[in-house]
């Protein structure tokens, strides 16, 4: 047994748009002397697949029906694009997309040199990550980097560091062409 009858689901379906549940329910209570609650116009209307296409007023106002609990599309507390924050490793990052972040010192890099090249990295040659200077950033291989910070080679500077970093391609070489010699 159905809880309306034809003529009350037709007057329902001509009322449902711009009324709240407990707007309708006094509608039709008023209509066909009936006692009907406003959970009971809501169930049925679930039940029947009977929804509002218009907007309602009061705390709804604006709001298209059936649509008040959209997903943003990003929250609220999340930051815009170009926004840096510091890493716990003391990393500057830029925020370039939505969830993406990159270390600044590479995308600063990046934009002046192009694509970082495969199993290289970005270096600070004074060892200062908050200088995002380009004559302070180096790219050199993880391998260079690798070998030189085991070998604890002391650096305290800019000219230091280089050293370094010709040290270590050396050392690199050097075991390059020993193990050719061993084969």
């Not at 689901?9 to 039709?28: P, S, T, Y």
């Not at 009061?58 to 990003?74: L, N």
């Not at 934009?111 to 302070?136: C, S, V, Y």
């Amino acid at each position: 047994m159905s809880l309306f009858n034809q003529e009350q689901i037709e007057f329902i379906k001509k009322n449902v748009d711009g009324n709240r549940n407990k707007e309708l329910a006094q509608l039709i209570n008023d209509r066909f002397s009936l006692s009907i609650t406003s959970t009971q116009i809501c169930q049925w209307k679930q039940t029947h697949g009977v929804k509002s296409k218009t907007s309602l007023y009061g705390w709804r106002k604006g709001k298209t029906g059936g649509q008040d609990f959209k997903i943003p599309s990003e929250p609220s507390h999340s930051k815009p694009v170009g926004s840096e924050r510091v890493t716990k490793r003391g990393v500057t990052q830029i925020k370039v997309a939505r969830g993406k972040w990159i270390d600044k010192h590479r995308y600063i890099w990046e934009q002046a040199h192009g694509p970082i090249p495969e199993k290289h990295t970005i270096i600070f040659m004074n060892d200062d990550k908050t200088d995002f200077r380009l004559d302070n950033l180096k790219c050199i291989s993880r391998r260079e980097l690798s070998y030189m910070n085991k070998q604890k080679y002391p650096y305290y500077d800019r000219e230091s560091k280089e050293a370094a970093i010709l040290l270590s391609k050396i050392g690199l070489k050097g075991s390059e062409l020993t193990s050719d010699l061993d084969d």
